[in-house]
Each structure stands twice: as structure tokens, then as C-alpha cells.
T-cell receptor, first 107, second 115 residues
């Protein structure tokens, strides 16, 4: 299942910085896109979903979708050590997950 | 968000035995449930999609006779790993969604160890 691709990381950012996570997908007909956070040994939890081109903000999180370029990104502002986790991008239709990007936020 | 439970959370079984994992949606009617498998440091791999009252649709490479899925009600789906072998040891996670919704909500997962 290589329909969704993410950089595996790890991505290291200092506390308080902006973390930028990216995801590309191959199915141009995809309509809905999701970001999940997964802590080690736990199941994923939904952070955000986005359906339309542009930005969607929810607290410290902003999802950005560009259907023409087939990518979706997640920005985390004011990163906290508790944000350290693996972030999974998922694309609907068949709900395939990317391999995830491991984020480390250093105090 | 919606609540999905799984039982058991951990199970250890001997090679050749069968194990049943339950997935329940606690506060909504799940018209569709998904079963995933995740090996250490790997992403989730979709195994099958099940709709209430219908046969499950399995992903390519997943043996339907080995991984039996039943979705008998709008709140319960079960995955039975038959004749388990050590290579079946993994983290099995279910998710559920209701009709007309794109969001999936995940259960806490079941860690299966086959000795």
C-alpha cells in the first residue's frame, strides 16, 4: 500500500517551535484526509481532518490541503514535548495510512 | 470523539490455537468497522473492511480463511485469528465509523503474542 507517503523522520524541533509534517498521496480522486497521532504502544487518535483545499485550523494545529499538488500537511505551533509521537496521514476511499513521521520535541 | 473498545487488550496463545478479538462501538452505531494490523515500528496495514450484516472485504494478501471477521450487529465486530502462528504476533487495531461519516475512531488495540 504505497498510496500515501510520509517522511519517516525523526523530525526534531525545539519546544515552542513550529513542526511541519508532510504527506503526499497518489489517488487524485481522494476526497478526505486525516491526521492521526500515535503514541508508542497505543492506537491512533484523530487530530484533524480536511476535505477542502486550503487551511483548516484547530487550536495549535493547522492542516493544509493542496489537491492539485496532491499533498496535505500538518503544522503544529508552539510545539510541546507532549506532542512527541508518530503522526500518521490517512487518505479516505480505502483509508490507507502513510508510514508515519516520528516527531521529537526537545525541551 | 466516539468511543470504541477492544477486548482483550493483550493475549498470549500457543501456536495452533485460535484467538477471538472483539471490537465494540460504545456510543454510536458503527455501520462500518475496519481491522488493521501493525508490526513494530511499522504503519497500520488495513486487513479488511466489514459492513454490518455483510461479508467482510479483505485486502490483497490477507487470508480470509485465517482471519475470520464477523460484524453481526451495529456495535460489535469480531476478528478470529485461526490456527495462530508466531508470525501472527502483532498489534491488532479496529476502528469504526457511522453512516455518512468519513472519520474513523480507533479502539485501543489488542497485542497478540503467539508462542
Amino acid at each position: 500500500q504505497k498510496e500515501v507517503e510520509q517522511n519517516s523522520g525523526p523530525l526534531s524541533v525545539p519546544e515552542g517551535a513550529i513542526a511541519s509534517l508532510n504527506c503526499t498521496y497518489s489517488d487524485r480522486g481522494s476526497q478526505s484526509f486525516f491526521w492521526y497521532r500515535q503514541y508508542s504502544g497505543k492506537s491512533p487518535e484523530l487530530i484533524m481532518f480536511i476535505y477542502s483545499n486550503g487551511d483548516k485550523e484547530d487550536g495549535r494545529f493547522t492542516a493544509q490541503l493542496n489537491k492539485a499538488s496532491q499533498y496535505v500537511s500538518l503544522l503544529i505551533r508552539d510545539s510541546q514535548p507532549s506532542d512527541s509521537a508518530t503522526y500518521l496521514c490517512a487518505v479516505n476511499h480505502k483509508f490507507y495510512f502513510g508510514s508515519g513521521t516520528k516527531l521529537n520535541v526537545k525541551p | 470523539g466516539a468511543v470504541v473498545s477492544q477486548h482483550p487488550s493483550r493475549v498470549i496463545c500457543k501456536s495452533g490455537t485460535s484467538v477471538k478479538i472483539e471490537c465494540r462501538s460504545l456510543d454510536f452505531q458503527a455501520t462500518t468497522m475496519f481491522w488493521y494490523r501493525q508490526f513494530p515500528k511499522k504503519s497500520l496495514m488495513l486487513m479488511a473492511t466489514s459492513n454490518e450484516g455483510s461479508k467482510a472485504t479483505y485486502e490483497q494478501g490477507v487470508e480470509k480463511d485465517k482471519f475470520l471477521i464477523n460484524h453481526a450487529s451495529l456495535t460489535l465486530s469480531t476478528l478470529t485469528v485461526t490456527s495462530a502462528h508466531p508470525e501472527d504476533s502483532s498489534f491488532y487495531i479496529c476502528s469504526a465509523r457511522w453512516a455518512d461519516s468519513y472519520e474513523q475512531y480507533f479502539g485501543p488495540g489488542t497485542r497478540l503474542t503467539v508462542t
